[in-house]
T-cell receptor, first 118, second 115 residues
Framework: GAVVSQHPSWVICKSGTSVKIECRSLDFQATTMFWYRQFPKQSLMLMATSNEGSKATYEQGVEKDKFLINHASLTLSTLTVTSAHPEDSSFYIC??????????????FGPGTRLTVL | AQKITQTQPGMFVQEKEAVTLDCTYDTSDQSYGLFWYKQPSSGEMIFLIYQGSYDEQNATEGRYSLNFQKARKSANLVISASQLGDSAMYFCAMREGNQGGKLIFGQGTELSVKP
């Protein structure tokens, strides 16, 4: 159990367009989802924390108007990169925190989405 | 200041030998958790092992063990009997007690297992 999916797994878009990435918890409910960005050969950097039914909390330096996050249900969070530019090209990974259960390993990662902006 | 530090950008190990990947952390919280993840070239994050700050014994999971030295604030990962499939990036991460579950990651160590 505890499977998280992301869609799409990769996307190529033109500069100036918007791209939506979905993160779904398939077999559990997630109170909180996290969005990370990872540049090649670098670490995962937390972008924002998404709580169902409330506004996302963004990390310092992350533009909330550029990276729109919506957590509409306990199983779905979306990240929209608005007016994408080549510097937004990166690997975006989400993780979901399980609503119930006492397992310490309560955060499960999606497979990631590779975004390339031309 | 870096909260999680991995000082080894790259490591080589001979197949079947053991290897230690270093991780030090910095926190003022009494309650925190330390994680190790493996990230192969496919990009997925694979959970390996967890150590809670109050756990008195070092965590073990199969070939993985965590050498937890609380006073030194280190949480090194030991992989025994390395296999070719262990070649990947390895990340140490910390979850602080009052931060809503978010993880802070170290810079990562790229492990290459030689046949």
């Amino acid at each position: 159990g505890a499977v998280v999916s992301q869609h799409p797994s990769w996307v190529i878009c033109k500069s100036g367009t918007s791209v939506k990435i979905e993160c779904r918890s398939l077999d559990f409910q997630a109170t909180t989802m996290f969005w990370y960005r990872q540049f090649p050969k670098q670490s995962l950097m937390l972008m924002a924390t998404s709580n169902e039914g409330s506004k996302a909390t963004y990390e310092q330096g992350v533009e909330k108007d550029k990276f729109l996050i919506n957590h509409a249900s306990l199983t779905l969070s979306t990240l929209t990169v608005t007016s994408a530019h080549p510097e937004d090209s990166s690997f975006y990974i989400c993780s979901a925190k399980r609503l119930a259960g006492s397992s310490y390993n309560e955060q499960f990662f999606g497979p990631g989405t590779r975004l390339t902006v031309l | 200041a870096q909260k999680i530090t991995q000082t080894q950008p790259g490591m080589f190990v001979q197949e079947k030998e053991a290897v230690t990947l270093d991780c030090t952390y910095d926190t003022s919280d009494q309650s925190y958790g330390l994680f190790w993840y493996k990230q192969p070239s496919s990009g997925e994050m694979i959970f390996l092992i967890y150590q809670g700050s109050y756990d008195e014994q070092n965590a073990t999971e199969g070939r993985y063990s965590l050498n937890f030295q609380k006073a030194r604030k280190s949480a090194n990962l030991v992989i025994s009997a390395s296999q070719l499939g262990d070649s990947a990036m390895y990340f140490c991460a910390m979850r602080e007690g009052n931060q809503g579950g978010k993880l802070i990651f170290g810079q990562g160590t790229e492990l290459s297992v030689k046949p």
